[in-house]
């Protein structure tokens, strides 16, 4: 039985340095994942993923994480912080463009901006979409990807899932339900 991250921060606030381990080996590829579409420069990718560790566990030393059953959206918050601050510095924004095809959300959602406050406004509502789709079940995460950025039928993800389309149908709506729902409970807002 795997522990529940309440459970690996509380030992490794007590000391135990093998249970921040294992909160790593849990969300590595998904903050990665996350860091990399945002930057898409793998040298600068693992430079901001060594830095958001080192300020989560600063950050968990110093009791400053409340624990809401949130830990990987903190954590993904903490990064998009760190790339922020990274594009201030050389005063440029990213581009929302990315190899990996799965985090590009904001491509399909918004128009690309001409100022400098947009574009921030955009990354942050690129970043809370992100942290959201990231929260829904892998079913229906696996299918709300695969329809909206491969651009496949529901007959094909059917298929692909070895499911029948009404489950694919499904599990589109019920994606759909979740993200409405959590942006509804945590108050966001993702026009400009």
Do not use: C
């Not at 510095?89 to 990996?100: A, D, F, G, T, V």
């Not at 128009?111 to 992100?130: F, G, K, P, R």
């Not at 993800?157 to 070895?162: N, P, V």
Request: charged residues 30%; without cysteine.
């Amino acid at each position: 039985m795997s522990l529940s991250d309440t459970t690996l921060i509380a030992e490794f606030i007590s000391g135990s340095s093998n249970s921040f381990s294992m909160l790593l080996d849990r969300y590595q590829k998904r903050v990665y994942g996350f860091i990399f579409s945002k930057v898409n420069d793998p040298d600068l990718a693992d430079d901001i993923f060594q830095d958001t560790f080192i300020k989560v566990v600063k950050s968990l030393r110093l009791g400053k994480y409340k624990d809401e059953g949130r830990f990987l959206s903190w954590v993904i918050r903490i990064a998009h912080n760190l790339i922020m601050d990274h594009y201030r510095k050389i005063n440029r924004l990213p581009k929302h463009e990315s190899r990996i095809e799965n985090f590009d959300v904001l491509g399909r959602l918004i128009e690309q901006s001409t100022s400098i406050e947009d574009s921030m406004i955009e990354t942050q509502i690129h970043a809370d979409l992100s942290i959201l789709i990231e929260e829904l079940p892998d079913n229906q995460k696996e299918v709300l990807l695969m329809r909206l950025f491969k651009d496949m039928s529901f007959k094909e993800i059917a298929d692909h899932t070895d499911v029948s389309i009404n489950t694919a149908l499904g599990r589109m709506r019920y994606a759909v339900i979740n993200l409405r729902k959590m942006i509804e409970e945590r108050n966001l807002i993702f026009t400009q």
